[in-house]
């Protein structure tokens, strides 16, 4: 397979990757002129579905003599969906593209299935012919999740599921908060402040950045202004977007600290935009006269920015094909304890290096 993506095609023929999924392998449920529609993207792409024996070159269509790949079903679940997923969490879509690459790799078909319950969820588990399920999402549906989940191989990545007793894979969000303020540290800045919705609870795993962080400069002498509020950020199946009244008034205050605050974390890069602007407004000059360090490495919302922020990556690729091998390892040890395997982030410093460093190494069984 080339360097194009299920994503990208999708996007390219206005269909979502379910769509293309069912074209390469049940065209017989696909409108003709859709599949026609797909067929000319993946062929302006150089896309090529991944096979169990990429060096004969086979093609959609052709016999096989050998067993057919095994399929891996990604359920995206919850109210927002795959279309929110792509069109407004940048991070999301390249998780779903790292769970592609990974289900390639072991010669396996990625089936896509959306699911807003759990009872829908059990019928398209238990009608399913793949090895097991990827669920993902930002939150579990209402109630308990179904029996089939515990029968049948499943992972958990991203987002903070309460009730579900399987696997989870996520970055490791304690250790994005410490590689932060190390990094600040290291460069002589001990009075910062944290710009984000909330510190963590089991609701709300990304919160632990915020908690790690501030453990982390007070623990070395330092001190944190935590901008919090529930509300930063506007989040519903039509919106994931900053609040940005409720940031101005929250910077307002930042800036009218004295003494001001030499750095400031982010929670994510979806606030750094209307941080430059707010922050420009009030005549503070971002990376000159106070250092910003934001996470998730989005690049939608970081090519605009200048000077860049100094950004910790999630690892949003490695997370996705984690999931993956997580999976076939459940599948193969459905009686192990669950495990919650957390992904180290890197940082990335604009001017020096330009690449992600690893803070350290993947968490695991």
Same mark, same amino acid.
Not at 267 to 288: C, F, I, N, W
């Given at each position: 397979?080339?360097?194009?993506?299920?994503?990208?095609?999708?996007?390219?023929?206005?269909?979502?990757?379910?769509?293309?999924?069912?074209?390469?392998?049940?065209?017989?449920?696909?409108?003709?002129?859709?599949?026609?529609?797909?067929?000319?993207?993946?062929?302006?792409?150089?896309?090529?579905?991944?096979?169990?024996?990429?060096?004969?070159?086979?093609?959609?269509?052709?016999?096989?003599?050998?067993?057919?790949?095994?399929?891996?079903?990604?359920?995206?679940?919850?109210?927002?969906?795959?279309?929110?997923?792509?069109?407004?969490?940048?991070?999301?879509?390249?998780?779903?593209?790292?769970?592609?690459?990974?289900?390639?790799?072991?010669?396996?078909?990625?089936?896509?299935?959306?699911?807003?319950?759990?009872?829908?969820?059990?019928?398209?588990?238990?009608?399913?012919?793949?090895?097991?399920?990827?669920?993902?999402?930002?939150?579990?549906?209402?109630?308990?999740?179904?029996?089939?989940?515990?029968?049948?191989?499943?992972?958990?990545?991203?987002?903070?599921?309460?009730?579900?007793?399987?696997?989870?894979?996520?970055?490791?969000?304690?250790?994005?908060?410490?590689?932060?303020?190390?990094?600040?540290?290291?460069?002589?800045?001990?009075?910062?402040?944290?710009?984000?919705?909330?510190?963590?609870?089991?609701?709300?795993?990304?919160?632990?950045?915020?908690?790690?962080?501030?453990?982390?400069?007070?623990?070395?002498?330092?001190?944190?202004?935590?901008?919090?509020?529930?509300?930063?950020?506007?989040?519903?199946?039509?919106?994931?977007?900053?609040?940005?009244?409720?940031?101005?008034?929250?910077?307002?205050? @930042?800036?009218? /600290?004295? #003494? +001001? %605050?030499?750095?400031?974390? $982010?929670? &994510?890069?979806?606030?750094?935009?209307?941080?430059?602007?707010?922050?420009?407004?009030?005549?503070?000059?971002?990376?000159?006269?106070?250092?910003?360090?934001?996470?998730?490495?989005?690049?939608?919302? @970081?090519?605009? /920015?200048? #000077? +860049? %922020?100094?950004?910790?990556? $999630?690892? &949003?690729?490695?997370?996705?094909?984690?999931?993956?091998?997580?999976?076939?390892?459940?599948?193969?040890?459905?009686?192990?304890?669950?495990?919650?395997?957390?992904?180290?982030?890197?940082?990335?410093?604009?001017?020096?290096?330009?690449?992600?460093?690893?803070?350290?190494?993947?968490?695991?069984?």
């Amino acid at each position: 397979m080339g360097s194009a993506t299920i994503l990208e095609v999708a996007q390219a023929a206005g269909v979502g990757i379910g769509t293309v999924s069912r074209v390469i392998n049940h065209p017989d449920t696909v409108k003709s002129a859709t599949a026609q529609a797909v067929h000319k993207a993946m062929a302006g792409l150089g896309y090529t579905p991944p096979t169990p024996d990429k060096r004969r070159g086979r093609r959609i269509g052709q016999v096989y003599p050998r067993k057919a790949p095994a399929n891996l079903l990604l359920l995206i679940v919850g109210e927002q969906g795959l279309r929110w997923m792509l069109s407004m969490a940048p991070i999301y879509s390249a998780v779903i593209d790292g769970i592609e690459k990974g289900a390639a790799a072991h010669g396996m078909n990625m089936l896509v299935r959306q699911t807003s319950n759990w009872n829908d969820l059990t019928a398209v588990v238990e009608d399913s012919t793949a090895r097991g399920a990827i669920l993902f999402g930002s939150h579990e549906p209402l109630g308990l999740p179904p029996g089939v989940l515990q029968r049948k191989p499943a992972v958990w990545v991203m987002g903070s599921p309460e009730h579900f007793s399987g696997d989870h894979v996520q970055p490791d969000h304690t250790k994005i908060g410490v590689l932060a303020a190390e990094y600040l540290r290291q460069r002589k800045h001990l009075h910062c402040a944290y710009l984000g919705s909330s510190e963590g609870t089991p609701q709300f795993h990304i919160g632990y950045r915020a908690t790690a962080f501030r453990w982390a400069m007070e623990n070395a002498g330092g001190s944190v202004d935590m901008l919090v509020n529930p509300a930063m950020v506007i989040n519903d199946k039509d919106h994931n977007a900053p609040n940005e009244p409720l940031i101005a008034k929250l910077l307002q205050r @930042l800036v009218g /600290l004295k #003494p +001001r %605050p030499s750095a400031l974390m $982010l929670e &994510a890069d979806m606030l750094a935009p209307v941080t430059y602007r707010l922050l420009q407004s009030h005549g503070v000059v971002p990376q000159k006269d106070i250092t910003i360090v934001t996470c998730n490495n989005e690049q939608p919302y @970081l090519l605009s /920015l200048y #000077p +860049r %922020p100094v950004v910790i990556d $999630l690892q &949003a690729l490695s997370i996705g094909k984690r999931a993956v091998d997580q999976l076939l390892w459940r599948s193969e040890n459905p009686r192990e304890p669950s495990v919650r395997v957390m992904v180290e982030p890197a940082l990335v410093e604009p001017g020096v290096n330009g690449h992600a460093v690893p803070a350290a190494r993947h968490n695991g069984h």
